[in-house]
C-alpha cells in the first residue's frame, strides 16, 4: 500500500498564497477604514452645517456667556482654517460676515462678562477624526487660507467671507494628505458631498 501525503513544496506553496491573501486582506481593510472615517467626518460637517443654519432659520438666540436673549446681528456661521483638524461653529456678533477670533471684542457680549471678550464669537469647537484635516478651502474656485460661513435668515443666506456675491464654497478633508472627501456649499445653503 502506497502512503499519501503532501510534500513539503506542496505545503509551503499553500502557506506562501495564504499569507498573500492575508496581506492583501489587511491592507484593503485598512484602506477602507480611513475611507469610512473621512466619510463619517464629511458628513458630520455637513450635519454641523446644517445646525448653523438650523439656528439661523429658528432666529436662536445667543447662549447666556453672551448678551442674553439676542440674535447675532449677522446670523451664525461655522469657520474653516486651511491645515487644521477642526472647525468652529460661532455667532457673528459684529455683523462682518467673518468669525472674529478670541481677543476682539464682538457686538453682542455682555458689558458685564469680561471673560466673554476672551472667547470671542465661538460657540463651539468640532474636532475632525484622528488624521483627517482640512486640506483647502475655496471661495468660487480661489484658495484661501480661512473660510467663514455665515448664515443670515429668513431664507437663509450662506454668506461667505463677508462676499454677498461668492456663489459657492468648497471644503477639502483629508486623511494623511492620501484619499479626500469634498464638501461644497452654494450661497442658497445646498450642501453636497462628493
Avoid at 499519501?4 to 484602506?31: K, Q, S
Avoid at 471673560?115 to 474636532?127: D, I, M, Q, T, V
Avoid at 477624526?129 to 460661513?149: A, M, Q, R
Avoid at 443670515?152 to 494623511?176: M, Q
Wanted: aromatic share 10%.
Amino acid at each position: 500500500m502506497k502512503n499519501r501525503g503532501f510534500t513539503l513544496i506542496e505545503i509551503t506553496i499553500v502557506v506562501t498564497i495564504i499569507a498573500l491573501l492575508g496581506t492583501i486582506f489587511i491592507a484593503n481593510y485598512r484602506g477602507g477604514e480611513k475611507q469610512f472615517a473621512l466619510k463619517r467626518s464629511a458628513h458630520k460637517l455637513a450635519q454641523d452645517l446644517r445646525t448653523a443654519q438650523e439656528m439661523a432659520m429658528s432666529s436662536q438666540t445667543t447662549p447666556d456667556s453672551f448678551e442674553p436673549n439676542t440674535f447675532p446681528n449677522g446670523g451664525y456661521g461655522i469657520y474653516f482654517a486651511k491645515g487644521s483638524n477642526s472647525y468652529i461653529l460661532f455667532a457673528d456678533c459684529d455683523g462682518n460676515g467673518v468669525y472674529s477670533e478670541p481677543g476682539s471684542a464682538p457686538t453682542c457680549v455682555a458689558a458685564t462678562t469680561s471673560f466673554s471678550f476672551w472667547k470671542g464669537e465661538k460657540l463651539e469647537e468640532f474636532y475632525l477624526e484622528e488624521g483627517i484635516y482640512i486640506k483647502e478651502v475655496l471661495k468660487d474656485s480661489t484658495s484661501l487660507d480661512s473660510l467663514s460661513l455665515t448664515i443670515f435668515p429668513p431664507d437663509p443666506t450662506t454668506i461667505i467671507n463677508s462676499d454677498v456675491l461668492a456663489n459657492s464654497a468648497i471644503i477639502y478633508l483629508t486623511f494623511d494628505g492620501q484619499s479626500e472627501k469634498v464638501i461644497s456649499i452654494n450661497k442658497a445653503g445646498l450642501i453636497d458631498i462628493k
